[in-house]
């Protein structure tokens, strides 16, 4: 099953079927359908029973429960029954269990969501187990379970060992937390550009609001296109452009800005 990583994914809870659609329209490339935390347990079963295939035009990411929870084989039945896009298994710690998983689901993709201190030492593992397409940053349970402060710069150690655990293991791209602040969406916007700059492939979203300045902050800025057409454009050979070195992997990161431009 092909699958392609979103940039601005958005969480709708499983027992609001009607915000499905207004968050589909929101502009996000994905919708992430959450059974997990934003479903009460007494709720669980009704979001589950709002599932369907095709109920939406807009790839769908299922947010299950986490392996171990009373739920969570209901959750895949339901996955595999509504031919989800894909499969965001949370609280990913056992690369055994998840290997197993991805056996069951046979070539669903899954999307391991790191957020704690056991699922961070395991990610280079979880990383290379076939069937998982790429991991994801549940950076405010993370700092919970370690009883750290919710801050970018606390966080950089475990962001950037999730985008080379990512690496390594041939990933696309990791998906970076959320940002809960939803009054200032400078903040959100800022957020992203953090996580793009440390090699994150995108960031999930938990209001339309986001959506659109996550997708910005991951698209090359004016500054950054004008580089890339520069360096592109000096006369072959050049080893120097205003200063700096141009050699191959320059010239590579010049074509991949270039290419990450929609135009």
Not at 43 to 50: E, P, S, Y
Not at 78 to 86: D, H, M, Q, R, Y
Not at 154 to 177: H, K, N, T
Not at 240 to 245: C, I, N, V
Request: aromatic share 4%; with cysteine; glycine share 8%.
């Amino acid at each position: 099953m092909n699958f392609s990583l979103p940039i601005a994914p958005l969480f709708v809870p499983g027992d609001r079927p009607e915000r499905f659609a207004k968050a589909a329209a929101s502009g996000a490339d994905a919708v992430i359908i959450d059974l997990e935390d934003a479903v009460a347990p007494e709720a669980k079963a009704r979001a589950r029973g709002n599932l369907r295939a095709g109920l939406i035009e807009t790839p769908v990411i299922l947010r299950v429960n986490a392996m171990g929870t009373a739920w969570h084989d209901e959750d895949i039945a339901a996955a595999i029954a509504a031919e989800a896009g894909a499969v965001m298994l949370p609280k990913a710690e056992d690369p055994a269990a998840i290997a197993a998983l991805t056996m069951r689901l046979d070539g669903m993709p899954v999307l391991a969501l790191i957020e704690s201190a056991q699922g961070l030492a395991a990610a280079r593992q979880i990383a290379r187990i076939p069937g998982v397409t790429s991991l994801a940053f549940g950076s405010v349970d993370y700092s919970l379970d370690l009883g750290m402060a919710h801050r970018p710069e606390l966080l950089l150690p475990a962001r950037s060992e999730l985008v080379m655990a990512a690496r390594l293991g041939e990933l696309l791209p990791p998906l970076d937390g959320v940002t809960t602040q939803l009054d200032d969406i400078s903040v959100t916007q800022a957020d992203a550009r953090h996580a793009r700059e440390l090699g994150m492939g995108g960031k999930m979203c938990i209001h339309p609001r986001q959506v659109t300045p996550v997708q910005q902050a991951f698209l090359p800025s004016e500054a950054e296109l004008a580089w890339a057409r520069r360096v592109l454009g000096a006369a072959e050979g050049a080893s120097a452009l205003d200063g700096e070195m141009i050699d191959r992997p320059v010239s590579e990161r010049a074509q991949r800005i270039l290419r990450a431009h929609p135009g």
